[in-house]
T-cell receptor, first 115, second 114 residues
Framework: NAGVTQTPKFQVLKTGQSMTLQCAQDMNHEYMSWYRQDPGMGLRLIHYSVGAGITDQGEVPNGYNVSRSTTEDFPLRLLSAAPSQTSVYFC??????????????FGPGTRLTVL | SQQGEEDPQALSIQEGENATMNCSYKTSINNLQWYRQNSGRGLVHLILIRSNEREKHSGRLRVTLDTSKKSSSLLITASRAADTASYFCATDGFLIQGAQKLVFGQGTRLTINP
């Protein structure tokens, strides 16, 4: 199993540009989520999904969109990048079963810089 | 706001010593998890302790949970250089539309000196 994969590993954007961060998992996990990690801030939840076609907002959803058309994929879209979105982004997945507090499997992260 | 808060923010010890990190949280929980993050990598799950458990062991790791004090501790015994990493606690947050979200603390940066 590849586990959770994320692409790209690094990305530099200019303010106002849009892009999609890709996340895929091959463990048939229902629960998938996106976090951003900033120095001294821990991980903050952006959006999450409990299954195909079901998404919801986390703590810091503004400026980001998600969709979940398949169990495997959970892309994160930045519609108009801003310098405040400079961060490291992590995708995670887990078994769900009605609760999100199961062991999370993390991808390697995408380091995004917005100029 | 963060549900879990780790203490200390940074810890530096000599190889072979024990390392203790603490996590405090605000609301009632079902589970508490600990994760490790090596520099530049994603988080890796270490151990999960349920609210009805008081102590759990996994190899050199020992986790305790005190629900009355809303706190947990992670003890790493006989530390090794490879234990150098950041350690995070994570708790299940409040209910949102039937789902729960996992909330992470800010982490403890552990450095093991040879």
């Amino acid at each position: 199993n590849a586990g959770v994969t994320q692409t790209p590993k690094f990305q530099v954007l200019k303010t106002g540009q849009s892009m999609t961060l890709q996340c895929a998992q091959d463990m048939n996990h229902e629960y998938m989520s996106w976090y951003r990690q900033d120095p001294g801030m821990g991980l903050r939840l952006i959006h999450y999904s409990v299954g195909a076609g079901i998404t919801d907002q986390g703590e810091v959803p503004n400026g980001y969109n998600v969709s979940r058309s398949t169990t495997e994929d959970f892309p994160l879209r930045l519609l108009s990048a801003a310098p405040s979105q400079t961060s490291v982004y992590f995708c995670a997945s887990s078994y769900y079963g009605g609760r999100a507090d199961n062991e999370q499997f993390f991808g390697p992260g995408t380091r995004l810089t917005v100029l | 706001s963060q549900q879990g808060e780790e203490d200390p923010q940074a810890l530096s010890i000599q190889e072979g010593e024990n390392a203790t990190m603490n996590c405090s949280y605000k609301t009632s929980i079902n589970n508490l998890q600990w994760y490790r993050q090596n520099s530049g990598r994603g988080l890796v799950h270490l151990i999960l302790i349920r609210s009805n458990e008081r102590e759990k062991h996994s190899g050199r790791l020992r986790v305790t949970l005190d629900t009355s004090k809303k706190s947990s501790s992670l003890l790493i015994t006989a530390s090794r250089a490879a234990d150098t990493a950041s350690y995070f606690c994570a708790t299940d947050g409040f209910l949102i539309q039937g789902a729960q979200k996992l909330v992470f603390g800010q982490g403890t940066r552990l450095t093991i000196n040879p």
